[in-house]
């Protein structure tokens, strides 16, 4: 073949694959957060979360329509710190019907930075779907100087469209990167590189209208889980309790007397803990509650039988996962069983 009919060949798959990729019907379900943040002036950092609509985010990023044929839905307007239960199950129960009903082929989430990591890992849980599904979010609200949304919100459109987000579950992708919704995690309070997966990675990068990826992760999605969120109204309640040195065991005990279902203990190291904490996590393992030994480190495993007998007290253990992701876990998988063991297997599954 001639370098000429090889260019034009060249020039001809590349539009057939960017016609096909604008054909793409893209849902973004706008829930608030920085993105739709406005603040009084360009240079004051002050501001509200959550106060523009969908279709202002949209008017900011006019290029976005030449990705995909994109539409917007408004399903809350808050800043992320009061993101609840309630809109989790809206939310994940929306998405299974968009594509139920073949409303749409991908679906773009903008959220809060705050709580992101735990709306993706829930839907990661939820989503009946191998269909793409990005949240994204920024750092700078919509009248910053250097505002982050926009480009943010352009990536994720991008990353939906793509036909290789099909299939990795629920993602996150921010700052030019993709992560696993599983595993990202918020890791600095204000700055625009804050996703990050401590353990792992990013799983893609964003350059240029284009995504490309790396690995995949191992861990199962929604698509294989026992529990069917679209039959559930309420979740089991399971709080998270803190270790430090020389800790009383007062939240465990309140906890204990709330008669909560579950409790996630963010122990020292590999999630250790000193005698008032043992003792009563013990006793309220004893009574019923499902204890889960997880860790305040910002990274690692959290092992069985280490310097914890597991066993003798009843206990169970996090895995790889935060204590912020392992309560949404346990919360679901708590939907299903109460025996223990298949408890700790999802932790080893999920
Ligand atoms: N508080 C905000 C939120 O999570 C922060 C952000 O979006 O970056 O909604």
Known sequence: MSKFRMLLLLLFV??????MA?????KILATGGTIAGAGASSTRAAYKAGEL????L??????IHKVAKVTGEQIA?????DMSI?????IAKRINEIFKNNEADAIVITHGTDTQEETSYFLRLTVKSDKPVVLTGSMRPATAISADGPKNLYDAVVVAASPKSAGRGVLVSMNEMVFSGRDVTKSNSTSTSTFQSADFGPIGLVYDGMVEYYRKTERLTGTSAPWDIDKITKLPRVDIAYMYADAPATAVNAFVKAKVDGIIFAGVGNGNMNKANLDALAAAAKSGIIVCRDSRTYSGRVTLHDEVDDDKYGFIVSDDLNA???????????????????????FFTY
């Open 14 to 19: 590349s539009l057939a694959i960017q016609s």
């Open 22 to 26: 604008q054909n793409v019907r893209v």
């Open 53 to 56: 609509p969908i279709d202002q």
């Open 58 to 63: 949209l008017s900011a990023v006019p290029d």
């Open 77 to 81: 307007s808050i800043g992320s710190q």
């Open 86 to 90: 309630d809109i989790w199950l809206k």
């Open 324 to 346: 912020q992701k392992s309560r949404i876990l346990l919360m679901l998988a708590l939907t299903v069983t109460k025996d223990r063991s298949k408890l700790q297997e999802f």
